[in-house]
């Protein structure tokens, strides 16, 4: 049989262990990053393959943000088919989605600010989006750092057996 889950919750409450562990850590500094990113690309104008970076920084986000709250309040068994394997998903999430997609995002983001390099010159006197590519690569690339070591985290967790998140 499986081993017994997390103890049940009775009421709704902020699962203070979880916020001071370096996987709730690691969260908030994904959170924060990440919204860093899109928000960077989203007030600018843009064009071409960055949609796909804006697409993939939102998503990520948006799922990293599911992922604290339910952690958050201790409520991830009530997740089905995931609860159970609460740990794990961290984990795909993580390794799969979090750096894969904003480690894609960085590099379209990079790409884009190496063409237009050519307008952060003095004396250039038109509209340059240089300064946003590059912090929006910088902040993708943060962030893939961060859900690297995050993943790392859950894989030696998850070595050592480890099933709830705390």
Known sequence: PPPPGPPARGSLGVHRAFLRSALGLLRLGQLGMGAACWLTVAAHRYEGAAHFALFAAVLVWLLTLGLF???ALGRWE???WL??????????????LGVGLYAAAAG?????????SYCNLPGYSQHCL?????GAAVCGAVAACLYLFSG???LARR???QRDIV
Do not use: E, F, Q, T
């Open 130 to 134: 240089y300064g946003a590519y590059l």
């Open 78 to 80: 009530m997740v089905p």
């Open 159 to 161: 070595c050592r057996d």
């Open 152 to 154: 790392l985290y859950c």
């Open 108 to 116: 379209i983001m990079g790409h884009k600010a190496g063409r237009k």
């Open 69 to 71: 709250g339910l952690s």
């Open 83 to 96: 609860g159970a394997r609460w740990l794990m998903a961290n984990l795909v999430h993580d390794l799969a």
